[in-house]
């Protein structure tokens, strides 16, 4: 089994009680609903690369970044060739103000998410969400 750790940034976007997420198309974690980010690039910064994957995944330009929370999960999957993985992911969690929400381009990126979405935050709880995203948003009780 091979092991790997992956280091990534994710925004938490919220914007008249509702949340920026976006639905997974590859990974261990493809077809769950995520918080938009992913891994840190060579030389970027994790503020750079938060702007970066928001602007990427949803198509909106970050404003401000407040760091929230770091998480750690690990999981174990078979990736698309069968082989099997074992995963640490650490993710640094950023509240995160962003121009003009109503402009989220709903179609992702195509790479990383297929699909981006507002949810009214009482909507979540229904959803299939990644092992981050449901700790955090758990957890998470602010409007």
Same mark, same amino acid.
């Given at each position: 089994?091979?092991?790997? *750790? %992956? &280091?990534g940034?994710y925004a938490l976007?919220?914007s008249?009680?509702?949340?920026?997420l +976006?639905?997974?198309?590859?990974?261990p974690? *493809?077809?769950s609903?995520?918080?938009?980010g992913?891994k840190i690039?060579?030389g970027?910064?994790? +503020?750079?690369?938060l702007?970066r994957e928001v602007e990427e995944?949803?198509? $909106?330009?970050?404003q401000?970044?407040t $760091?929230?929370d770091?998480l #750690?999960?690990?999981?174990?999957f078979?990736?698309?060739?069968?082989e099997? +993985?074992?995963? %640490? %992911?650490?993710?640094? +969690?950023?509240?995160?103000?962003v #121009?003009?929400?109503?402009?989220?381009?709903h179609t992702?990126?195509?790479?990383d998410?297929?699909?981006?979405?507002?949810?009214?935050l009482?909507?979540?709880?229904y &959803?299939n $969400?990644t092992?981050?995203a %449901?700790? $955090? &948003?758990k957890?998470?009780? *602010?409007?």
């Open positions: 089994m091979k092991r790997v *750790t %992956h &280091l940034v976007i919220k008249k009680g509702s949340i920026a +976006i639905l997974k198309s590859r990974g974690y *493809t077809g609903w995520d918080l938009p992913g690039e060579f970027e910064s994790p +503020i750079q690369a702007a995944e949803v198509g $909106l330009k970050l401000a970044a $760091l929230i770091s #750690s999960i690990n999981v174990s078979e990736n698309e060739t069968g099997f +993985i074992d995963l %640490h %992911h650490i993710g640094i +969690i950023f509240a995160c103000e #121009s003009a929400p109503e402009e989220l381009r992702g990126d195509d790479e998410a297929s699909e981006a979405r507002w949810f009214p009482p909507a979540v709880q &959803l $969400l092992p981050f %449901h700790t $955090l &948003l957890r998470d009780e *602010t409007p």
